[in-house]
């Protein structure tokens, strides 16, 4: 009950400012605060009746954060130009004259997470506890996290929020959350890393999207200073300010629950600029570069093999057993390759919508950043055993029905930032799952060959160790290092 009231708290906290039905939180890409995507297949997000999740994996992007530098000296260019010049301001920027940036300890601020990305990651540690019921009081849990610290302290708290039930802070050798963490961003990992974008020497020259992103926002920014620059005598906002102050929206919001720059632009302009985070990540990290489904088919061949077996069972090799729920903490990049690998939100079927446009957003487009890589975004994957009930030969969905005839089945289930997303072609389980027989087959057959072989693709024939394979679920690389977390 108390963990759900501060949960509640940290929604409202973010919402209630926009009190129109348009919100720019939930269109400002890698700049929103984490908040449930809706659901685009028509897929309610609760688990089908008549089935149970026996075993789940979530790879997530770290919780809100301050700025990183190079934004945060944005940030406070801005600040001096609102602070060192003589200009009047009025209706929307009416209060830029008087305007902080929300950081006020340089050292231990830019980079690391914010309170509410602390927040976001323990009410995840809870929210899942409860949803799954995989973890016994006193028992403990293993997770695995990239090693920046912004990623640490997000599995950290994490780790706090799935273990903070009970009476544990005086028993420490029960109820313990460890974080395996690996090299972060290293290219000597290759493909058995949660950032394998950097292990492959060749995913670089697929990226063309900030190119692109930079030209769609060239389309629309200078339009956005000159309807601002009315609300102003002697100071001229240039396109980068737009930039920037859109950002703020976001940041500022999770930082310190500041709104005003969310209200400085019309929904039209938030659509633009959540467009040009879309182009970003698709051309990026996601299905436009050639090479973001070889990078991350790794990760999703590694649990397409562990959901291939069950929970607790481990793969040939393997010295450890993964829990039945497994979390990997990493950075937003790394989530669109997942998208890739698994096939989803590209399918060029849909007429017109992808590959995405460079100057024309469809709004029938289900990628869209701001579903995805919002801080604390995630995609996850959960097994389900499904009670099928046999009606003379005739397979059919049954909730509730009495056990005579019933058989138990497994599906898989991807959920992106909560809401379910159906595989193209894999939709016959229930509420629009994929039969694990028939999962495991599209992984390892046409999956397999749009991601290629990791080491031939990536350029990697010639170097020393470089592997196509993700083991660090079942086997502690050499480099991986171990924290504890405990509730004190
Ligand atoms: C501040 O104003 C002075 C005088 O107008 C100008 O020379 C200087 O470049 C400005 N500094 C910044 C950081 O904008
Ligand atoms: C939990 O982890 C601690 C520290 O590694 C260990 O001493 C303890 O035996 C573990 N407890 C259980 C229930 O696995
Ligand atoms: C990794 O980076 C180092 C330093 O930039 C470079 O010398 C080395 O060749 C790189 N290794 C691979 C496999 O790309
Ligand atoms: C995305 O769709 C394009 C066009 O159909 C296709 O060439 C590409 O292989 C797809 N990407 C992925 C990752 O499936
Ligand atoms: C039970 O299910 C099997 C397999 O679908 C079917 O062949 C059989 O007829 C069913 N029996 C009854 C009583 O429904
Ligand atoms: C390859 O792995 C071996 C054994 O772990 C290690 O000694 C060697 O330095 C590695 N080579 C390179 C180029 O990383």
């Not at 912004?150 to 009476?167: C, H, I, P």
């Not at 500022?252 to 302009?269: P, Y």
């Not at 996850?380 to 005579?404: M, N, Q, W, Y």
């Not at 997303?421 to 994929?434: F, Q």
């Amino acid at each position: 009950m108390h963990l759900a009231l501060i949960y509640l708290t940290g929604a409202l906290f973010i919402s209630a400012a926009s009190c129109a039905s348009f919100n720019p939180l939930h269109h400002s890409g890698p700049a929103s605060p984490y908040f449930d995507a809706p659901s685009q297949d028509g897929v309610p997000a609760d688990t089908p009746a008549g089935c149970v999740v026996d075993q789940a994996t979530y790879i997530l992007r770290h919780g809100s954060r301050y700025p990183e530098p190079g934004s945060f000296a944005g940030w406070q260019d801005l600040f001096l130009k609102f602070q060192n010049n003589s200009y009047t301001a009025s209706g929307p920027l009416a209060f830029i004259p008087t305007w902080v940036p929300p950081v006020d300890d340089v050292p231990h601020e830019p980079l690391f997470l914010s309170a509410t990305g602390a927040l976001e990651s323990f009410a995840l540690g809870a929210e899942l506890r409860k949803r799954y019921q995989f973890t016994k009081g006193g028992e403990n849990i293993t997770v695995w996290s990239a090693s920046q610290q912004r990623v640490l302290d997000t599995a950290t708290f994490f780790t706090r929020g799935y273990l903070s039930q009970g009476n544990y802070l005086t028993v420490p050798s029960s109820n313990r959350g460890s974080i395996i963490s690996l090299p972060d961003s290293v290219n000597f990992t290759f493909a058995n890393s949660l950032t394998p974008s950097t292990g492959c020497p060749a995913y670089a020259t697929g990226d063309t999207g900030a190119p692109s992103a930079s030209a769609f926002r060239a389309t629309y920014q200078n339009a956005i200073a000159t309807r601002l620059n009315k609300f102003l005598d002697g100071l001229t906002l240039t396109s980068t300010d737009i930039g920037v102050m859109q950002d703020l929206c976001g940041f500022q919001a999770e930082v310190n629950g500041d709104m005003r720059f969310c209200d400085v632009f019309e929904d039209s302009e938030w659509l633009d600029y959540e467009y040009a985070h879309d182009l970003n990540y698709y051309y990026g990290s996601g299905p436009g570069n050639p090479l973001s489904a070889t990078v991350g088919f790794p990760w999703v061949k590694a649990v397409s093999d562990l959901f291939a077996l069950g929970p607790g069972k481990t793969t040939p090799g393997g010295n450890i057993t993964p829990p039945a729920l497994i979390m990997g903490f990493t950075h937003d990049n790394n989530l669109p390759p997942i998208i890739s690998a698994l096939g989803l939100w590209n399918d060029s079927r849909v007429e017109g919508v992808y590959p995405l446009s460079h100057t024309a957003p469809n709004p029938m487009r289900k990628f869209r950043a701001s579903f995805l890589v919002a801080f604390r975004g995630y995609v996850a994957l959960e097994r389900l055993a499904c009670s099928i009930v046999h009606d003379t030969g005739k397979t059919v969905h049954v909730a509730g029905a009495p056990p005579t005839n019933v058989t138990t089945s497994s599906f898989v289930r991807v959920r992106v930032d909560r809401a379910p997303v159906a595989i193209s072609g894999c939709t016959s389980g229930p509420a629009s799952t994929c039969p694990l027989a028939q999962f495991t087959a599209y992984v390892n057959g046409p999956r397999a060959n749009v991601a290629g072989n990791f080491v031939q693709r990536c350029g990697l024939q010639n170097v020393a160790n470089a592997t196509g394979e993700a083991t660090f679920l079942t086997v502690i690389p050499p480099d991986a290092g171990e924290i504890l977390v405990g509730l004190n």
